[in-house]
């Protein structure tokens, strides 16, 4: 695969080009500089700040402890290792309910402190003002719709959302609400196939899927979970490409067995 050169610098234009044209984007969520690096040499449209983070790099069960403060952080980071992709963050649980206010004051310093390009929330009608008003401010907004991890003591499960009629219409409705109010993208999580492809074919904007089967514009995937660095997580929609755990775990063994044996470092190891 070979990166597009021709294209310097991921913008919400460049993603509604892609669509246009029925490219597909790629989107991955990283948390640090070195992995964003990479990340990005490799040719990623998008990467996402996620609040994930909570998880994979805290240990949280749950994404909702993270703070405002630990986002700015990871997207600070994420920030100094990319030239080319579009870095979106999370406004995390907390930093957007309260009031429209209350989001734009989070927006603005996320877009201060950390120089990402644009910031993702969850919700449809329920967070329509907020995200009014941070696109006012010009800040790029991707919404997201289907399982909502920052409301899982609602949902009370994470199996798949909008099976039902009622929610599918919702999901339907607040996504054309969002596409209106002027959002650049929306991620659509585990929500059924064929009510991804209503969406996605019915907006201009492109949806970016994880579980949300193939017909979304892009995928995106948490890092952890691709690169096998996560175990225990394994979902259906999760394509593992790498089994790192196993790869690091044998190199960690491989260093352990190699200082107590006296064979690290060697001769040409050392001054
Ligand atoms: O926080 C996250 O990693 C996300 C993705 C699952 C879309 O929101």
Do not use: W
């Not at 402890?65 to 579009?86: C, E, K, N």
């Not at 609602?154 to 607040?174: C, M, N, P, S, W």
């Not at 991804?196 to 994880?210: N, W």
């Amino acid at each position: 695969m070979s990166v597009n050169k021709e294209i310097r610098r991921i913008t919400t234009n460049t993603l509604q080009k892609m669509k246009s044209k029925g490219e597909k984007i790629a989107m991955l969520t990283a948390y640090d500089y070195s992995f964003a690096k990479t990340f990005d040499a490799a040719g990623i449209e998008i990467i996402l700040v996620g609040d994930s983070a909570s998880n994979v790099m805290a240990g949280h069960e749950t994404t909702l402890p993270i703070t405002l403060d630990q986002m700015i952080y990871h997207a600070a980071s994420v920030v100094r290792g990319v030239s080319r992709g579009l870095v979106v963050v999370d406004l995390p649980f907390g930093a957007y309910q309260g009031n429209s206010k209350e989001a734009l004051n989070s927006t603005i310093r996320i877009m201060k402190e950390t120089g990402a390009h644009a910031v993702k929330l969850e919700g449809g009608e329920e967070v329509i003002e907020s995200v009014k008003r941070i696109i006012s401010a010009g800040v790029p907004v991707m919404g997201h719709l289907g399982l909502t991890p920052q409301s899982i003591y609602k949902f009370g499960t994470y199996i798949v959302r909008a099976r039902e009629e009622a929610e599918a219409e919702k999901l339907q409705r607040d996504a054309r609400l969002l596409e209106e109010t002027g959002c650049f993208s929306i991620v659509l999580e585990k929500i059924p196939a064929l009510l991804a492809k209503q969406v996605s074919q019915s907006l201009q904007i492109p949806t970016i899927g994880i579980g949300a089967g193939r017909y979304c514009d892009g995928q995106v995937l948490v890092m952890h979970d691709m690169l096998g660095i996560t175990t225990e997580f394994k979902p259906r929609f999760l394509r593992q490409y790498l089994n790192l755990n196993d790869t690091i775990t044998g190199a960690v063994q491989q260093y352990i067995n190699d200082v107590k044996d006296g064979d690290f470092p060697n001769e040409d190891e050392q001054y």
